[in-house]
């Protein structure tokens, strides 16, 4: 490894220009080990590493993260923001409107912009936001409850 490929999460924040602390690495390590995990389902993972760790703290310390470009936010409509750490490629997400569960769908053209405007209005246009909506093999399958 070489300075310039840090094989550390601390070392990637500083790579990445931020100052180190415990919750920022334990908050990297849990949204990369996660599957488009929520700040609270985050926020529980990190007081079971790093004890107490208010979720405002929570909060900033995602938001720092993505800013920094080491995570990525996630915000179908209507549904809690979500975080993951897959930020290299430019994927798109398959959302269930019943339980609110989200999966990666890799893009067909594989970088932004993938749909081309009919009319750009003059706007360089570097990114189209696709969501997929719909619903999971689980609530397609669910017995509706009798009414
Ligand atoms: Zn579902
Ligand atoms: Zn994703």
């Known amino acids: 490894m070489t300075a310039s490929q840090p094989a550390t999460t601390a070392g990637e924040l ?20 996660g599957d488009h995990l929520g700040a609270e389902a985050i926020a529980v993972q990190a007081r079971n590493r790093l004890g ?21 936010r996630i915000e179908p409509a ?12 430019n994927h798109h997400h398959v959302v269930c409107r019943s339980c609110g569960t989200v999966a990666d769908v890799d893009c067909a053209v594989g970088e932004a912009p993938c749909l081309t405007a009919s009319d ?20 397609s399958t669910a017995v509706p409850e009798p009414t």
Not at 18 to 32: D, G, M
Not at 52 to 72: N, P
Not at 124 to 137: R, S
């Open 14 to 33: 500083r790579g990445a220009g931020l100052r180190v602390t415990a919750a920022r690495v334990a908050l990297l390590e849990i949204v990369r080990g």
């Open 52 to 72: 107490h760790i208010s979720l405002q703290a929570v909060y900033d310390a995602l938001y720092a993260l993505t800013e920094a470009g080491l995570i990525r």
């Open 78 to 89: 209507g549904s809690p923001v979500r975080f993951e750490g897959r930020i290299s490629d």
């Open 120 to 139: 750009d209005h003059g706007f360089a246009i570097d990114e189209a936001e696709v969501v997929y909506w719909g619903l999971c093999p689980a609530c």
